[in-house]
């Protein structure tokens, strides 16, 4: 069967991908192992998107942001950053680049559906469910892939999004860096007592990790980060055990707490592929770079690299230029890695410092917090690119006048 880009994996990305690229008149295939059924009607997986506004629209172009209800939209008004015990904190305010929020929290399970939803309207893509491909050949003018049914699949272009794990990324020979954190995540939904007022926390407890994700209502999605062996315990406590123990961790920042939900681990695992692209393959979403969820910004590199290869593949057809060429995915892969690089590498960085318990370590994380809540110019440009601000209007308001050289 020829189609024009063979997609491996429907998850966010790979759907994302294939509705943008079959508005632009492409055939396209998408193999997934999953059932139908799973896809259509993804089942609640405790995880919840810190979603930014550019990522925001990007849905909104797609049509997917009209698929999620308004009602499970929750916005994050302010965002603190709290270190150990320390009584201070670093605040992302967006009041002052004048809108209202840095951003919006949904759970990834009804951004999925959404993207599902749309990539079903489109008559030019086809899905190919419990689909598992065991081979794909590459050669100077077509991909060839082949299902473990025996199944043959030909394309100018083929696209691994297919996890942080991506079977397609290793069988290319594409090399990763891998890097094991150590930890495990535990998410869950909580009630809480006092009200949230939509402000997100991120708590570098010396014990662990500790984000609070506002929801709509008095919940909040809790994700907690501990060793595997700590992660454990925490795991096997009833609901009642693991309430009262995240209260302490908290500090009575929520006041009483009670669990809304199951509790899903994650271990942290970041990824970034040593390449993006090679001859007429192209890695999108965590088989490119797969974060780890301190930033929350996982998601949000994955859906503007899908927009930036878009773009791309645009122009090469707009140029009459083949699609699987190099052109349009090393620019794609030039400006991800200049996306992500940075807060990939700070990333690695901060998590090594805020596991360590030395007393240097407490020492040179209070200073950080301490100077990067005095220099409020860096946090406006942080939230101008957060809320789709315009950088120039919003620094010339709040910088202080350059003194004159010469009267």
Known sequence: MVYDILVVGAGPAGLALSSLMADMGQKIAIFDRQSEKSLANPAFDGRDIALSEKSRQILDTLGAWQHIDP???????CAKVHDGDAPSSLVFDPARTGSDRLGNIISNHFIRKALYDVAKTKANITLFCGAEVSALHRSDTSVTMALSDGTVFTGALAVAADTRFSKIRQSSGIMADMHDFGQTMIVGRMKHEKPHHHIAHELFRYDGGLAVLPINGNKAS???TFAAETASTFMDMDDDAYARATEVRLKGLLGGLECNGERRAYPLVGVYACNFCTDRLVLIGDAAVGMHPVTAHGFNFGIQGVANLAGHLRMAL?????IGA??????YERDHR?????????TEKMMALYTNTTLPARLARKAALHAA?????????????????????????KLPARPRLFM
Request: glycine residues 8%; contains cysteine; aromatic residues 6%.
């Open 71 to 77: 009602d499970q939209v929750s916005p994050i008004r």
């Open 373 to 397: 809540q005095a220099f409020q110019p860096g946090k406006d440009i942080i939230m101008a690119k957060l809320t789709r601000t315009p950088i120039s209007g919003l620094l010339a308001n």
């Open 222 to 224: 809790i994700v907690q």
């Open 326 to 331: 190099a052109g349009a995915l090393k620019a």
């Open 338 to 346: 200049r996306l992500c690089w940075p807060l990939y590498q700070m």
């Open 318 to 322: 707009a140029k009459g230029r083949d």
